[in-house]
């Protein structure tokens, strides 16, 4: 009866809310929602499988036409509390230096996005024929790990970097 009263509560929003937020996607049973960008679109399951091919593939990903920028959202299994997540940022700070060719960190902070604790990552690093610019937010959800990928070229970061900005701050989720 629940599931049936959130589906409801969702539809009835989608037609009083303004058209922007009828972009919302919407995972995780409605508990888990951001407005991507105008023009992105998701990306297929093969599109995903293609781009992500390191494993550990994103669960949903939108791009722009070019999937050169993406917001990537992933639902880990890694057993994640708000208490863990100094302790995220350390091993992620150590770790990633080792598997990333090239990374040079901008940002390394535990900041306060919608209510909630996030781990904020944001880094430049060497790609295959270009280079990379990745803002990642980490977070608990359900006692596991959300995470959200901003990744474009560097050479479109600029071009983007306000439209992901305004798509991160839309992020809403819901214990």
């Known amino acids: ?19 922007s937020a009828q972009n919302r996607v919407w995972m995780a049973d409605g ?15 093969a599109e995903i499988k293609l781009k992500f091919q390191r494993g550990n593939a994103p669960q949903y990903v939108s791009s722009n036409e070019q999937m050169n920028v993406t917001i990537a959202i992933t639902f880990s299994a890694q057993p994640l509390t ?14 990633l230096p080792g598997v ?16 909630r604790p996030w781990v ?19 977070t608990a959800f ?16 600029d071009r983007y970097k306000d439209a992901l900005k305004q798509s991160r701050d839309t992020i809403r989720v819901v214990d």
């Open 120 to 138: 904020h990552l944001e880094m430049t690093s060497f790609g295959i024929d270009t280079d990379i610019h990745n803002e990642i937010y980490l």
């Open 31 to 45: 508990r888990v929602s951001f407005v991507p960008p105008a023009g992105f679109r998701a990306m297929t399951e």
């Open 142 to 157: 359900a006692g596991k790990m959300l995470g959200f990928n901003f990744n474009s070229t560097v050479a479109q970061h």
């Open 82 to 95: 708000p208490e863990g997540l100094p302790q995220l940022k350390a091993a992620m700070e150590q770790a």
């Open 1 to 19: 009866m629940t599931k049936q009263i959130h589906k409801l509560t969702i539809l009835f929003l989608m037609f009083i809310l303004p058209a």
């Open 100 to 115: 990333i060719p090239g990374l040079n960190w901008v940002t390394r902070e535990i900041v306060e996005m919608n209510g």
